[in-house]
Nanobody, 127 residues
Framework: QLWLVESGGGLAQPGGSLRLSCPVT????????IAWFRQAPGKGREGVAC????????KYADSVKGRFTVSKDISKNTAFLSMSSLTPEDTAVYYC????????????????????WGQGTQVTVSS
């Protein structure tokens, strides 16, 4: 069973925008933090952003700060990653992930802190 299912990836021009969605089952986002990661070809998985619970405090990688916004809709139990001013270096498979436990007031972009992952959605930025 997939408890996190990313969608919204695709092809964008440099300077364009995409919005990724991650609907979640089993893990209530008013109690669980959630994070976004990405993996470019030939590179390791990189933490992008996270949002904590219940307050919605966020953290961003320097490479995306000011361009990407992580948010969540509790009523839909869905996290989002809104991406703008895209560059070719943003090309990657993007994943959402949650830890095994409901860690309140906690937000991490460290890969090893997460236990449950989605299948990924491809984002390609090219002219």
């Amino acid at each position: 069973q997939l408890w996190l299912v990313e969608s919204g990836g695709g092809l964008a021009q440099p300077g364009g925008s995409l919005r990724l969605s991650c609907p979640v089952t089993r893990f209530a986002l008013d109690s669980w933090p959630i994070a976004w990661f990405r993996q470019a070809p030939g590179k390791g998985r990189e933490g992008v952003a996270c949002i904590d619970a219940p307050d919605g405090n966020t953290k961003y990688a320097d490479s995306v700060k000011g361009r990407f916004t992580v948010s969540k809709d509790i009523s839909k139990n869905t996290a989002f990653l809104s991406m703008s001013s895209l560059t070719p270096e943003d090309t990657a498979v993007y994943y959402c992930a949650v830890p095994a436990g409901d860690k309140k007031n906690w937000c991490s972009v460290r890969e090893s802190d997460y236990d449950v992952w989605g299948q990924g959605t491809q984002v390609t930025v090219s002219s």
